[in-house]
Each structure stands twice: as structure tokens, then as C-alpha cells.
């Protein structure tokens, strides 16, 4: 679907959706929204939507991905088939892949994963509707979810794509953007508080100054993301601290699941970092 | 391989049903809540969330155009999949689908698709070359039991709410532009139980399947029709209880049907 | 391959090929077949031909499938490529994965499960040649090569395809049949002593009024199935005991393999309930 | 892996050999029994079992229409499978073909493409645009060794009995009707040696085949040729034993040809 | 899975890189010595040999004829693949690409393909029908550390060499004859960073890489344009280390380019 | 590529490429060419390029595949995706695996295999450019590696490709001439020194009296492949003993793999009964 208008950004001062050339697409996000889980998130960002879901600290299996020094993130970045505009054959493909591969890697800095040696963390991120951005997405949900499960974190990982279309660096690029003749994308996360960059990626023709100024774009872009984040993570502990022993979860969770209380007691032993930083 | 159930939680819920209860204090031939919400994916042709108590299930559907079978050419078709993420439950994996998720695609399709409610023949652009072929997949997204009626809500509301993609001239699709609605002749509806400690339970939690003798599902629909049957798990029904569901089916769905059709 | 004629049964009074609405076609067995297996069968069923092995009880493979608590009976159902009009592609399909599990499922029920705990019984069955009805011949011939091997069951499942054709509710759907404008195929499978219902699938359009009439058809079709099956069983064992020590099997298997005669104690030690119940 | 094989039998097996004994009392350069039957499969081209002592092999053939391979318009093509299903031993498994089955089947091929005995040229429909290509797969009903020599055997049987579909006017199949026979102008079979103790030992059984230091196979025609030979298992033979060998496969397979052809 | 490195030596690499040094005496920013061959495989369109040190990467491109993607009717392709044979390490094995194969072929494959090196479009036969499909591949023959930049540099110069089949009057490719070279607009190489001991390292080893904190690629073009990025490994960069390493990417480049192609 | 012109051999007495009938195309072997490696060569052999390289005898893995009474040899034959005229796909077809199975099996015999009982040793052959007899090339250049890894072996194994084209028993077949419609192509793998014969295949038509010339041809032409095989191993260890400790290998490996370590031990307590007739 290439666009062959002869749209200009820099003349036209504005985007094709009329967005400022550093504003972002609207971005909701609602943690704990799969009772099963241990932590989840559901986040819309313009037309995409994921759903992420972290089981774990669990027993690391097939046993020999096991690691005796720190946990194992385990990463699955999955779209359904009517996600995109052709649908998209059952099975993980080879950008599946890669996104998995540096969605986990990226939240690996995150967390403190030597504190759960021999165990994993599986992190499930589902992409139900796209349009340009989905890793972005589900590495900012992700994170969201590993908060919600408790997991010990120095902070969470906050994510945008900023890149160039149409003569003009941008933030948070379409998918009629993506496909701009000129079009770059740099899908960039950060962890906001020491704005250490943990996901970096970039397709297209960029030069090193423009690199400069769209460096800076995107940490202050993904700072906005952060805000909204911990705007999520406060919403659920207020209501949770509310509700407390009123919990409506799921019955044979809460009473009888042996695993889940396991898991509860070593959670509680944990300093809650993130949840801490957030309530402040 | 994981599995999070334990053996006491299954016999707690096989001595209540014993004694005609349940966990969540349900009737026995009681349904859980069901929610409804569509249309939220835009790439797909029709999409839809079902939540069944806590079960949650997204359905969407891709009509893309294809070749028809070499002995069906004026005919276009039907594929409904089915998976249970990993995202969903700690027992639940990614791979290739596994008996559990082809059992209840395939149920579900046979559901809808030998109720008659596609006519397949309006599914054809040329004959012997171009047919509409409709790709239905449900997803997991918080499992609890009764894949099969969750499923089947969520593959009837997103059939039901369908739209056409446009042509153009030359009979390829015009992206995100739509011509009309998919047309249902019938609304089919799995109706779901098991048998826990001797009795019947409707719509099973993901602890009463595991704790099940056996399993039935039956498809019914609005004009008074079985148009599938399904028994399933390592145990038997008799005559006098197949009976009991099918009737009992039959009523459900009836329900059901006007709550998510709004008829 | 649609029939497009005006085939009516209620008017003709009987079927394409002749039947009578409730008459199956012409069913063989034969027990003990394969000289490898613990118990075997082949089945002739109209057109249909398939052959059935078991193998065990042994040790679960792999080990995580053992259940501690009962011996776990793994069906494979599958389709030689030329047992079909169009050639069937190798590996097993959806449709092969389904029956092998609703298969291992309704045979389950049967046998004896729990005086075999941590082990598996392999139930294998073949078609050859097929013509509509495969998966209860199959059902059929399995539960024949389980009592063959001398499994302690509580009963045999003897199975057939029920349903509608042509205006009719009839017997044992041949492929004519199934492709009939208003066809139902019910394929049901039960314990024939208990009447207890093991297997039962339906695809069509059939209203409850119908289901009454056309399970009844069934259960006495099984039943009719059923006498079929003892007899094959009681021409092996008669024939079995008449050979007595002069058994003609395999010498590598006889003499010299530990596994079998490991098995052969324990099926010792077990009360061959089925061989009684067929010998009576 | 299952493995249901002792050492100790092994021992025994090789123990026998060195006196020129075999278990089941054969001669070393003994076939044993083989018997034929054909036509059981009504959906296939050509069906046969064969019973070669305790193995038993069922082969069947489909014809189907495919497309030429592009640097050959005007030729059909053979493809042969091999499977060596779970219900015939212990030690057999399913899944993907494993090294055995995919060698046996290439085995089995070689000895018929190799000998020219089909025609690929009159396999043609329309050049470049539609041929026959016949599939033959062949599977252990019963394995006690020597699938090769059987499955070759079963092989031959079928393409000799095999009929050709019937095409309607626009070069479509017509099901269910046939028009003449598949032509063959050889009839390859081959035969199969072990080496055990030293000594060759024609038609192995499963426990030779695993007593076995070398295999060896070759294919040969009516006409005095060689169409395929394969030497397997990590041992060796020396020129004398193959041209031993070579020379008792032509007398062998003479003698086979005449029982299952009824020349 | 295997894995022969122990974590003394990659404490010892650690302790190393925080004193600035490395255990094969390179500078940090250096790297390893480049040999250059090419043209070994007659039967590619292409081929190079590329020994970056004791990494040794073999690369080879097959062009054929292909059809279109239905949303570019007159642009042919490239596709890019990675295979870690288990021939050229210990801890490699066979089976399908695994997350660092796929990463490092699509990481290639990017650099290339975002520079706009290759048009497209000049890839058309026939617009909607035929268009070149270029299939290049790579392979280690010897693994240590860095498959990124020899796979691009491998890649490049396989591009930049290859030769056009030659197509017959019906638009077929007449085998073993050549129409001209691909044409190359730009020359992009990746250059590949690791952080170990807080340190920036250029071109990693294999054990470097095992000790890597972070790792960070850059493809970069003669005309001073960056075409690909990619950040692996669990650890993170400042802003302040990602602009060196694009600094440093830039210099390194355009001195390897030189080497390479000889300009 | 079918070669429809009217070649007659007996009539040119030479060969398309100008070789005469016994003659084999240019052989080219060098050995150690694979750092990481415990023994590897790569080999030319007119078009033909292969690599080969040898890891163990290790612990062989998946852990059921050891053998208590010998080292497993496992062989895995691929080619490059280009080193064929029309592209071949990813991952290994039938053809491949046969190929592996059957190099495995030549290998097994020239190797003291119950000198490392529960081991594998692990043999990969690349093949790189090809034109008829990659197969015999790859099995040559392996039986070096092996030689090369110092693996203790009664022989090496020397291969090579005879048979028949337009009308002429030929030795070391080329594309064009395994292409002819006469063609027979026969690999021939033997122990020079006894002259066993452990690779043997045949494709064709061949009378027995043709098999009996031209298998002499075959075990002359091994004989030759095997002068060069000594010729490279020499000069590697010639090589060696000149460089003797000022060994240019990788450091990583040298100094500090404790796996490598151990292997080297190993080796040294064997008798390295092919160096030792090489050297002579």
C-alpha cells in the first residue's frame, strides 16, 4: 500500500491525521485485566491493541533452559490472524521472532532477575488490531504486566516509534507514515528514570544528525508513555487496596491453587520496587 | 508440560456436585454471565469478545479470496481455528494445535457449517476460479472452561455482524472498504455439559472439566434443529441423560441467541 | 462428489445399494492378525478395511505422559494416502487427530484403566480402504485387539454410523448416503451390555423427535455389531486353545523376548473379564 | 526410542550364523514364504500385501494429475513413500519418516525408475501442462526384517496391476472409472543380503537385521541387469561378496518373478 | 543444547575489557584482520568467502524467477538467510533457524535493503507476472563472534559481483549463461558493537560475545546515511555510547568499504 | 538438463571434457581449514567444493542416542542453498538424509568405534559447489577430518564415483555425463589398504560383466583418491611438527576450554593408528 501523494510535512505543518509532528496517537492502558495471570495489561494505542500476561517466577521449562545465575524472560509476541490487513498465517514467523527475541531482551534490564535463579518469566504479548507500532506497544504493556505481577523492577520499560516521513521527523509513526517514501522507524525503549536505552531498532535512510534531534524526540516521547503507565499501575492499586479482602477474583485461584499461593509467598518477600516508585 | 491443578481441588468439586452444588455457587444447569463486545479489530471483517464468567475469548474473521474445491466449484468456504494462548492460562502452550484445540475448532465449525446458516454457493465471485473464504480464529485470552460455548458465541456474533470486502472491476479487494454483510440463514449455538460425580453440569469451569467423566456438547439451533454432537473425556452418558442435555440445549441457546443477537 | 439426483427413500422403500433402512452392510473380523502385537484386529465393513494393534501395557513414553493413577490409552488413527478417492497426504490431518482422540476416548470406559498405573496402551488403527463409516469400524476393531491382548475390560465397544438419508432415518451411512442433500452421520459407539454411550458425534441437521428414533436404531445396530465381535473372539480363543502349546507365533517373539513374557505374567495375574464374558 | 531387541539374542543370532545356522532354520541363501494378494484397496489404482514370513507389507497406488517439472514438459513421474507404522512393532514409531523409512523408500524407487521400466514419456497428458504422476506408498503391517525386499516386492505387484484413471473431454479424471493399464516394461525386484558372523545371510529377519554387520541390496531385472544396489549398516563386504551376491539376486528374483507375476 | 564456554574465561574477558584491553590484543575499537575471496560457487550467481578473524562466513545468491507480491506488481525481491552450521562451532546445532539465526539474517538483510542499495523495480520481467527473485545466503564455516558485520560484508560483496541470468525469448533463464551485473546504488556494511565491563568493544569475538552486556549494530553507507539498527542482549546504552558507536560505525565502514570493494 | 546430442564415447575414445576414461578431474585436499574444530579438510574435486569438519568423540546428545558398547558417528550431509544449479531449500530433504545415513555407515567400519562407548562423534559435510559426486567428496574429506581430529581408525576411506555413460564404463562422473541416457552412477567408498567396501550404490542399468570392469576401475580410482588424502594429511602434520608449539590457533580455544582440554587428553592415550601409516 504505497502512498503515492505528493504530501509534504514540512509545508503542510501538520500529519495526514493531524497530529503535531511530536504527538503521539491517544494511548489507554488497563492493568490486571486477565484473572489467570499473574500480572496483565490491555493497552489501545490509535488503532492498536495487545493484551500482555506474565506467568511467573515458575519452575524453567524444558529444564535446560534453566539458568543457575538469574531467571529466563521468555518472550512470545504473537499477532491473531485478523490483526493485520492479509490475514496472517497460524504460527510464529521470522519477524515474530526477532520481536520476541528483543521484547524479552529489552525487559531483561528491567527486572531483577537475579533474585529468581532457575526460574522463568513468561511474558505473553497478543497483538488483536494494528497499525504500525505493535512492538512498541507490547513492550511498553509488557511491562506494565510484569509490574502488576509484582516483580521486582529497577522501573518499568517505556517504548515509542519515532523515525521520519513525508520530510519530517516525527513521533509515533502510522502506518500510511511507515509506508512514506522517505519513511524511517525507530522503535526506541527506554527505562525512564535513567533513560538507558534497552530497545533500539531502525529501518531506513537516517543521517546521524537527524539521528540527533529523533533521539531526543523519542526518550522524551517515551517519558510520556511512562506517565500514563504509572498512571495504570495507580488506578489498579487503588482499587486494590480498596477492595482488599473483597477480592473477586477467581475461586479456585484464590482458595485452593497450591502453585499460586507458592508464588505469593515469594512475591511478598520481595521489595516491591515499582510498585513503591509508582505510588510516590 | 504444566499443569496447576491439583488432585483436591478436583475431588472438592466432584463431593459438592455430588450433592447437586458448585463452586461458584451455580446451579447445575446454570450459565455463567456472558458479555459481549465487537468490532475491535479494524483489519479484520468482523471481530468479537466473548466473556463467559471468567472464560474470555476474542473471535475475528479475514474473508480473502481463493480458489474453489475442485468438486465444489461454485462453492467459496469456511475455516474456523482455534488456540488456546499461552497468555491465557499457566497450563496452556504455544505449538502446534493440540488435541484439545483442534476438538474444539472443529466442533464449532461443524456447529455452523452443518446447520446450513453459510450458504457457501453466495460465497462464489467466478465459477471454477474465484470464491470468498472466510477465515475464523478464536483465541484464549482468559481460560476457564467451556472453550466450546465461548467459542461458539464468539464465532456466531462475529459471522453475524460480518462485513463483505468490496471488489473492484477486476475482482480484487478494494482495502478497508466493505460491500454489505455476510448473510446467516441459521444461528446456531453449542450448548456444553459434563458429568461430575454422576451428575450434569452446564457450562463447565476449567476445574469441572478436569474433574469431568465425560463431556457432551450439542449445537442447536433457533428453528429446532441438532446440527452437532459431541461427546468427549474417558467416561459414558446413557440414553435418558443425552436426551436431558440435548433438551436442556435447546433451551439455553434459545436464550442465549436473543441476549447476543438481541433478536 | 454431490449426488444431484431425486433419490427418495421414503418412496423407493429401500437404498441405493439395496438395504433395508436399518440393515448394515457386510461386517468381518478377524482377531490376532499381527504376529508383533499383543492383541490385533482386522475388520471388513462394506468397503471399509482396517487393521488394529495394540501394544502394552508399557511404559509411558515420553515419561511426563505417565499418569500415576491409570494407564493412559493413546489411540493414532490414521489413513493409508490410497484408502481414499484423492490421494490423503502423509502425517495426520485435523480430522486424524480428532477421531484418534474421541477413539481413545469412548475406549477408555472399557477397559480397566487404574490396575495399570504409570503405563501406556498404544492403540493403532490403519485404514486401508474406506467408504464412509472408517472411524467406528476402527472404534470396532480396537476394542476387538484390546480383548485379543487380554486387557482386563468391562466390556467390548462395539460401534456404528446412524442417521439420515434421503427423507429416511437409516443404518450404517455408506459415502452415496452421506453425501445425500439431507444428510446426518452419527457416528455412535457404546458398552453394548450397559448401553452406556462411549462415543457419539453428529454432523447435519436432524431434530430431537428424529435423535429418539435414530439413537434407538443405533443402540440396537451396536448390538448387532457386538454379536460379531464375540464371535471373532471366541474363533481365536477356541482355536487358540485347540493349538495350545503347538502356537505357531514369531520364534524371536516366543522365546526370546523379555518384554513379552514380563507382559505375559501380568496379563496372568489379571481376570481376563471379557475373554469370560465372550466365552459364555 | 523403544528398542525391544536383547543383546543376548543378538549374540545368539551371530553365534548360529558362524555354524551357518539361522533361527528359523533356513538355508542362508533362503527366501522365505512369500504370499500375494491384490486389489483389497477399491479407492487405490493397484493395492497388494505381501506376506514375506512374519513381515507383512501393504502397498497402494494413487494417480493423480500433476504439473511436468520444468526441464522435463513432457514427462509424468513416480513418487514412492515408505512407512513403518506403530502397529507393526514395538519398536516402531510415527511422526516425520526416519532415516530407515526414507531409505528404504529411495531403495525401493531406484530398483524401478532406474530400470526404465515405466515410461515417464507416455505419462504425459499435455506437454508442459498436465501428467500422471503416481503415487506408491507402501507400510508395514507386521516388520520381521527385510522391508526392502517386501516393500519392492509389493511394489512391482501394484505398478504391474495398476489401472489408469479415466479422463472426461476436457482431461479431467472421472472418479471410479478407468481406461487400460499401467505399462511396464521391466520387472525389477529387489534382494536383500545381511552379513552375520561373516556369513551372507539372504532375507534377513528383524532380529538379523539387527545381528547384522553390513546390508546389502540389489535390484535386477528379467532382462540380466543391475538397476540399483545400496550397501548398508557400518561394516563392510569385499568384491567376492558382492559379486556373490549379485549373482544369487539374479537367480532369486528370477524365481520371486515367477511366483508373483505368474509368468 | 550444547555450550563449551565457561564462565571463568568470561569473567576473565570481563575483567580484561574493564582494564581496556581484550584477550587477542586488539584495541577496542579495532577490527580483526578481513580476508576477501570470491567467486567459488559456478553454480551461484554470486558467491564470497569473508574470514574476519577466526570467523569464516561463506555467502551465495541464487536469482530466479518469481511472481510478484500483489501490493508491488512491478518489483521483484530479495530474501536474506542465516544458518550457524553446526561444521563451524561446538555449541551450533542443525535444525530450524533459531532466534540469533533469524535476528542476524534479518538484521543483513535490513541494512541492505533500507539503503535502497537495490532497486526494486529494475527487478521487474514482467509487471504482475515475472519479476528476479534474489535469494541470498550465508553461512559460518567457522564461528567466532560477530556474524553480524562478516554476514554484511559477505552479502555486500556477493551482491556487488553478481551476475543476471540470461533470459531465452519466452522470459526463461537459459542455465549457466549471464546478462550483465545486479546493480548496486549504494554500499551499506553493518558494524557490530558489544558493552562488556562497561566498555564499548568493536567486532566481538565469540566469547566477547558471551560476555556481553548489551550488543548494538549499525549499517551505515558511503553517503553518510544510517540504513539499520539493531540492539540486542540484555543490558542497555546511554544516548552519549549510542552516538559514539554511530560515530565509530561511520569510520570503521567506510575503511572496511574501501578494503572490500576495492574502490 | 537432458543431453540430447548423439555422444558416442567408444567412437571419440575421450570424454566431453577432453579426460580419458580412467580418469578422475583435478582433487584438491587440504586439511585443518576449520580452527574451532577437532579435525576438519576441505576438498576440490573439479566443480565440487566441500567442507568438513569433526566435533568428539563428546557426549553424545540427545542422551538415549548413546550406545553403551560404542561411539555414535553421526553424519549430517548438507548443501548450501547455491551450490546448486536451481536454488535448493532450506533444511535437509530425502535425499539429503539418505546421503547422511549412508556416510555414516562407511564411516562407522574405519573407526575403533568401542574405543568411546555413550560418545558421538559428530561429522558435517558442506557442500558448497557441486557437479555429480558431492557425495564421494564429502566422504573422502570427511575420513580426513576424522584423521585430522586424531580419532584412532584402521584406515581412511577413499570414494569416488564409476559407471557408464554414452555407450563407456567411466571413472568420476560429471553432470553431463550422469545426465546421459546410458548414464549409471555407482559411489564407491573403500579401506584402501584392505580394500573393503563400505559406501556402494547403485543408479542405472548395468549387466553383471559390466559391474565386474568397472568395479576394479572403482578400487583403482579409490586408491588414487587415497595418495592425495595421505599427501594432505602429511602436510598438515608436517606443518604441525615444524610449528610445533608456536601454534597460531585461537586463543579461546587454546588456552582456556576445559572441554577442549579434556579431548586432547583422550587423544593422546590413543593410538593414532592413521597418522602413524600416513607418516610412513
Known amino acids: ?280 | 508440560m504444566r499443569s496447576t491443578i491439583l488432585e483436591s481441588d478436583i475431588q472438592k468439586v466432584v463431593s459438592l456436585a455430588r450433592d447437586g452444588k458448585r463452586l461458584d455457587n451455580r446451579q447445575l444447569d446454570e450459565m455463567r454471565e456472558i458479555k459481549i463486545e465487537t468490532g475491535m479489530s479494524e483489519n479484520a471483517e468482523g471481530s468479537t469478545i466473548v466473556t463467559l464468567g471468567n472464560t474470555k475469548v476474542i473471535a475475528g474473521l479475514k474473508i480473502e479470496i481463493g480458489t474453489p474445491y475442485p468438486d465444489n466449484q461454485d462453492e467459496g468456504s469456511i475455516s474456523i481455528g482455534a488456540e488456546n494462548l499461552p497468555l491465557a492460562h499457566p497450563d496452556y502452550e504455544s505449538g502446534r494445535p493440540d488435541d484439545d484445540e483442534v476438538e474444539v475448532a472443529r466442533v464449532v465449525d461443524r456447529a455452523i457449517r452443518e446447520s446450513k446458516a453459510i450458504d457457501f454457493k453466495s460465497l462464489c465471485i467466478i465459477k471454477g476460479e474465484k470464491v470468498w473464504v472466510g477465515y475464523l480464529d478464536f483465541y484464549a485470552l482468559n481460560g476457564d472452561g467451556n472453550m466450546f460455548d465461548a467459542g461458539s458465541i464468539a464465532a456466531l456474533v462475529t459471522f453475524n455482524n460480518a462485513k463483505m470486502p468490496k471488489l473492484d472491476a477486476e475482482n480484487r479487494i478494494i482495502m478497508h472498504e466493505y460491500d454489505g454483510k455476510l448473510k446467516l440463514s441459521r444461528k446456531p449455538l453449542l450448548t456444553t455439559f459434563v458429568k461430575v460425580g454422576g451428575k450434569i453440569l452446564l457450562d463447565p469451569t476449567y476445574l469441572e472439566e478436569k474433574a469431568a467423566e465425560a463431556r457432551f456438547s450439542v449445537g442447536t439451533t433457533e428453528d429446532g434443529f441438532i446440527s452437532a454432537m459431541q461427546k468427549g473425556v474417558g467416561g459414558s452418558f446413557n440414553k435418558e441423560e443425552v436426551s436431558y442435555m440435548i433438551d436442556l440445549a435447546f433451551k439455553n441457546s434459545d436464550k442465549i441467541r436473543k441476549q447476543i443477537l438481541k433478536i
Open chain 1, 1 to 280: 500500500m504505497k502512498q503515492e501523494t505528493m504530501i509534504d510535512y514540512k509545508k503542510d505543518k501538520k500529519r495526514i491525521d493531524g497530529r503535531k509532528m511530536d504527538e503521539s496517537r491517544p494511548l489507554k492502558i488497563e492493568v490486571g485485566v486477565i484473572p489467570n495471570a499473574n500480572g496483565s495489561a490491555y493497552l489501545e494505542w490509535g488503532q492498536n491493541k495487545v493484551y500482555a500476561a506474565v506467568y511467573g517466577p515458575r519452575e524453567a521449562l524444558p529444564k535446560h533452559s534453566a539458568d543457575p545465575l538469574k531467571t529466563v524472560i521468555k518472550v512470545e509476541y504473537r499477532m491473531t490472524s485478523f490483526s493485520v490487513p492479509q490475514r496472517k498465517r497460524p504460527g510464529p514467523n521470522r519477524r515474530d521472532q526477532e520481536i520476541s527475541k528483543v521484547l524479552g531482551e529489552a525487559l531483561t534490564k528491567a527486572v531483577f532477575v537475579e533474585q529468581f535463579p532457575n526460574t522463568e518469566i513468561g511474558v505473553y504479548v497478543e497483538v488483536i488490531d494494528s497499525n504500525a507500532g505493535s512492538r512498541v506497544a507490547c513492550l511498553t504493556a509488557a511491562s506494565c504486566a510484569l509490574a502488576d505481577a509484582g516483580i521486582p523492577m529497577r522501573d518499568l520499560v517505556s517504548a515509542i516509534g519515532v523515525g521520519k516521513a513525508f520530510g519530517e521527523l516525527v513521533v509515533d509513526l502510522d502506518k500510511a507514515e511507515e509506508d512514506a517514501p522517505d519513511a524511517v522507524d525507530i522503535p526506541i525503549g527506554i527505562l525512564p528514570n535513567s533513560e538507558e536505552i534497552v530497545l533500539l531498532q531502525l529501518d531506513g535512510l537516517l543521517t546521524d544528525k537527524e539521528w540527533e534531534i529523533v533521539s531526543k524526540l523519542g526518550i522524551n516521547a517515551c517519558k510520556k508513555v511512562y506517565e500514563v503507565q504509572k498512571e495504570a499501575l495507580k488506578r489498579k492499586f487503588d482499587l486494590s487496596e480498596a477492595m482488599e479482602k473483597k477480592d473477586s477474583k477467581n475461586v479456585s485461584k484464590e482458595n485452593i491453587s497450591k502453585e499460586n499461593i507458592d508464588k505469593k509467598n515469594v512475591e511478598k518477600k520481595e521489595v516491591k520496587s515499582v510498585k513503591k516508585k509508582v505510588k510516590k
